[in-house]
């Protein structure tokens, strides 16, 4: 059985009507995969309710306390936005923080059954900085989950695959000083939000950016995993792989011009199950709902073969 934590309160982070970033990705990808031939091997679950596990005390540990308050109280005032592109809805504090808990449930899950976990969650994270929510994302649900989990016993080193096709500038930001972490992005270079560039490589060599020029396909991928991505990570022995599981380098998607097919994330997936099978996925972006969904149920299919 492959654990997806999810729940129908994603849906309440309302970005309004022409936000790509939209509830109605979930809907797509949940559609799709209870009509999958294999859904009897997904078990359905809930996230951790944000009182009960006191998500606030990690989030705290990585945002600083301004930036928290002020998504609080745009969300009490009914509403209002971080950036140009990052709408908060009067549900959006609680939402953000419930997605935060389903990250955290996902490390549990992992930990616990030593086999690969999805956690279909929104709002996306991987572009919250300590200090500010940008680009759709309000707190940095990976590196809140690396951090948590390195609080695990016997965790010792965690490693982020970030392959959304924009840099994960806020993940790298704050776990660019942490030795126990290592960060390896995959991104479309130039573009948003214009960091990545291969030669920032974090304060103790544990960061790894792979910038791609649009029109990239599954061929450019395939040796950059080989030669690159799978030995930056296996050398780092992680106890624990988080992959921002971002699908918008597929090339229908709207926002970039990587050229990926949805299949091509079951590739990734078995590249990563090469590492270990102790793999938290975690949704970031993808837009174009089709794609969003057929590459999410290609990258559990690669991991139902396993599990
Ligand atoms: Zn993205």
Redesign the pocket.
Known sequence: MLPVIFSEEFLEHDTGKYHPECADRLVAIVETLQKAPWQNQLQWLLPTPINIRDVLTWVEKIHGQDHIERVKDIAARGGGRLDLDTPVSSRSYEVALLAVSAWLDGVDRVLEINNPAFVLARP?G??ATRTTGM??CIFSNAAIAANYALAQPGIARVAILDW???HGNGTEAIVKSNPQIIYCSL?QFPC?PGTGRASDRGLHDNVLNIPLQAGSTIKEYQPLFEQKIVPFLSNFQPDLLIVSA?Y?ANHDDP??GISLQPQDYGIFTNYCLKITPRIVFGL????DLPALAASVKATIASCLTLV
């Open positions: 996306p991987h572009h680009g759709f959304d096709v924009h991104h948003y971002g918008d926002l970039a970031e972006g993808g837009y």
